[in-house]
T-cell receptor
Framework: EAGVAQSPRYKIIEKRQSVAFWCNPISGHATLYWYQQILGQGPKLLIQFQNNGVVDDSQLPKDRFSAERLKGVDSTLKIQPAKLEDSAVYLC????????????????FGPGTRLTVL | AQTVTQSQPEMSVQEAETVTLSCTYDTSESDYYLFWYKQPPSRQMILVIRQEAYKQQNATENRFSVNFQKAAKSFSLKISDSQLGDAAMYFCAYCRNKLVFGAGTILRVKS
């Protein structure tokens, strides 16, 4: 079974430029997550999709970050315009349909995209 | 809001020795999950071990075991017979509908 794919692996941009990251989840996984991991910190959930609908985007800085999941499969995360503090690793994860009333469903992580904003 | 605290930014262990990584968390819930993830330099997050809060028995996975103290809200990871491949960043995480991670502990293994 192929894992979660992300591209690019690395990206360097100037502040105020735009950038987009792509994620392809494990085939058949209904739920997709984007995390931001700043150096020296643990990952922080930015947005969670269930199929192509948003479940939780409470920690997404909506003035500059946007995400979409077309047709409930691939997803893109965009930053426009980027700030210095956006330098981080952006991790994508996916999980299958959760059992009814489940409070946990195992997430499988991709290799991440390391963003450097200069 | 739930929080996860890892008080050891960095730990070192001699190859073949045992090391314990500490984690505490804060929650008002009684039903939840706790995890330890390993993140090597490749950045791939790998699930090491999982503990369900309603289970009193501590989870074990080969050389990895946990000491889960629910009343104290403590969840430590013990790695026995440490190997060079164990060197990585280790994250403690809490989950009740959403994963919340600690800041991580860098584990260095000396040969």
């Amino acid at each position: 079974e192929a894992g979660v794919a992300q591209s690019p692996r690395y990206k360097i941009i100037e502040k105020r430029q735009s950038v987009a990251f792509w994620c392809n989840p494990i085939s058949g996984h209904a739920t997709l997550y984007w995390y931001q991991q700043i150096l020296g910190q643990g990952p922080k959930l930015l947005i969670q999709f269930q199929n192509n609908g948003v479940v939780d985007d409470s920690q997404l800085p909506k003035d500059r970050f946007s995400a979409e999941r077309l047709k409930g499969v691939d997803s893109t995360l965009k930053i426009q315009p980027a700030k210095l503090e956006d330098s981080a690793v952006y991790l994508c994860a996916s999980s299958s349909d959760p059992p009814l009333a489940a409070i946990y469903n195992e997430q499988f992580f991709g290799p991440g995209t390391r963003l450097t904003v200069l | 809001a739930q929080t996860v605290t890892q008080s050891q930014p960095e730990m070192s262990v001699q190859e073949a020795e045992t090391v314990t990584l500490s984690c505490t968390y804060d929650t008002s819930e009684s039903d939840y999950y706790l995890f330890w993830y390993k993140q090597p330099p490749s950045r791939q997050m790998i699930l090491v071990i999982r503990q369900e809060a309603y289970k009193q028995q501590n989870a074990t996975e080969n050389r990895f075991s946990v000491n889960f103290q629910k009343a104290a809200k403590s969840f430590s990871l013990k790695i026995s017979d440490s190997q060079l491949g164990d060197a990585a960043m280790y994250f403690c995480a809490y989950c009740r509908n959403k994963l919340v991670f600690g800041a991580g502990t860098i584990l260095r293994v000396k040969s």
